[in-house]
Nanobody, 124 residues
Framework: QVQLVESGGGSMQAGDSLRLSCVSS????????MGWFRQAPGKERECVAG????????YYADSVKSRCTISRDNTKNKVDLRMNSLRPEDTAAYLC?????????????????WGQGTQVTVSS
């Protein structure tokens, strides 16, 4: 069973930067694409960013593209999400996920394992 554990959330001010980390258990981390999603109350879960198994291909949602960087370290089974210029609308629970089948980062149905999430709250 794969476990994904996120960290790095908290309460922040508009304009701040954040770094979220997700560590995976298991030996096969380096063979799977990973994604970061977020879900705000009353809204659908949306993919913020994704990264291929090698780190060579990345995806960003239009809403964060200019403010966001996803990276991974396969030697540490870790994937990070950095976001700057935070806005109140970035307030959400942020979850990392491991993609199984499929090729679309934004398709949440393609992800088989999910972390519990870390809450990010941005105040104006």
């Amino acid at each position: 069973q794969v476990q994904l554990v996120e960290s790095g959330g908290g309460s922040m001010q508009a304009g701040d930067s954040l770094r979220l980390s997700c560590v995976s258990s298991g030996r096969t981390f380096s063979t799977y694409a990973m994604g970061w999603f977020r879900q705000a109350p009353g809204k659908e879960r949306e993919c913020v960013a994704g990264v291929s198994w090698s780190g060579g291909s990345k995806y960003y949602a239009d809403s964060v593209k200019s403010r966001c960087t996803i990276s991974r370290d396969n030697t540490k089974n870790k994937v990070d999400l950095r976001m700057n210029s935070l806005r109140p609308e970035d307030t959400a629970a942020y979850l990392c996920a491991r993609r199984g089948s499929g090729t679309k980062y934004y398709n949440r149905d393609d992800y088989g394992y999910w972390g519990q999430g870390t809450q990010v709250t941005v105040s104006s």
